[in-house]
């Protein structure tokens, strides 16, 4: 006898999953991580970093909701509970040289006079 799920978004291969193992993978299939936008480079050359906001979020489905669409919203959990690796919250930017003056030896001073008549 396989465990029919009610959960319309898994793939049939779970059916032959335990109602423990099915539970399990549902918990894990709840919680996923939400990226931020990167912010502007620390600086415009010579090797900075850019940053963003990484958040462990539980998804909801929202059953209040009359469309059709998979609707959803999202709470901020403990990292801890998201399964997958955490996406890179920094990232090198401006990697290029800066600018920079450069001098050489000091020349001769040459004078150029004029007589006014």
């Given at each position: 006898m396989?465990?029919?799920?009610p959960h319309a ?30 912010q ?8 900075g ?9 539980r ?27 955490k ?31």
């Amino acid at each position: 006898m396989s465990f029919q799920t009610p959960h319309a978004k898994f793939p049939t291969q779970y059916n032959r999953l335990s109602q423990q193992q099915l539970g399990f993978l549902l918990f894990l299939s709840l919680y996923r991580w939400i990226t931020g936008e990167w912010q502007s480079c620390t600086v415009t050359c010579g090797g900075g970093v850019e940053r963003r906001r990484i958040y462990c979020v539980r998804e909801h489905d929202d059953d209040d909701d009359d469309d059709d669409d998979d609707s959803s919203f999202e709470d901020a959990v403990s990292d801890d509970l998201c399964s997958d690796v955490k996406p890179a919250s920094s990232r090198p930017c401006s990697q290029q040289s800066c600018p920079a003056w450069f001098t050489g030896a000091w020349s001769p001073v040459s004078y150029t006079h004029y007589r006014l008549v």
